[in-house]
């Protein structure tokens, strides 16, 4: 069965992983000879990726969508980091800030929709309004993080210090 949750007009790709185009119908159902949604291929092209080589690559560390929710910024920045080191022949790849800065954010929309026991879905999104829901994510995540450090400041301030025993 196809999976569900790409909206019409989707880029998909088929058994073999060839771009199929934008204008391409969605199948509702797997049968044979039809084609199979690939959310993470999906992803990567809104986000940027648009070589399918530099998509391949990505999906040999990160095969599927769900595989984001245990990963952390530093890991996408050592990925990236690691691409930039290889050479030409081996598959050097360039992410760039802003999709560095992109696969970041979904990285964060992927982790709340498990905060919320819910599986990562591109139904009724299109590549802007994915972007947009990408961009929602990363701020809740800054959001968390200066959150995090305010709470830890305003505890460690309100703490006495270390004790001293009775004698001193």
Do not use: C
Request: aromatic fraction near 6%; charge should be negative.
């Amino acid at each position: 069965m196809a999976e569900a949750g790409v909206a019409p007009g989707a880029v998909i790709d088929d058994a073999e992983g060839e771009n199929l185009g934008a204008n391409q119908e969605i199948p509702q159902q797997q049968g044979q000879g039809e084609v199979v949604v690939n959310i993470m291929n999906q992803v990567l092209i809104w986000i940027g990726f648009d070589v399918v080589a530099n998509r391949q690559a990505l999906r040999s560390e990160i095969a599927e969508i769900k595989d984001m929710v245990d990963l952390t910024e530093k890991d996408i920045t050592e990925l990236q980091e690691l691409y930039a080191k290889l050479t030409q022949n081996s598959g050097r790849m360039y992410f760039g800030l802003q999709r560095t800065k992109r696969l970041k954010a979904t990285l964060h929309w992927v982790q709340d929709f498990a905060r919320v026991s819910d599986v990562p879905t591109l139904e009724g999104l299109t590549q802007e309004s994915f972007k947009a829901a990408i961009f929602i994510a990363a701020q809740r995540a800054d959001i968390r993080k200066k959150e995090a450090k305010d709470a830890s400041s305003v505890s460690s301030e309100a703490s006495p210090g270390k004790l001293k025993d009775d004698k001193k």
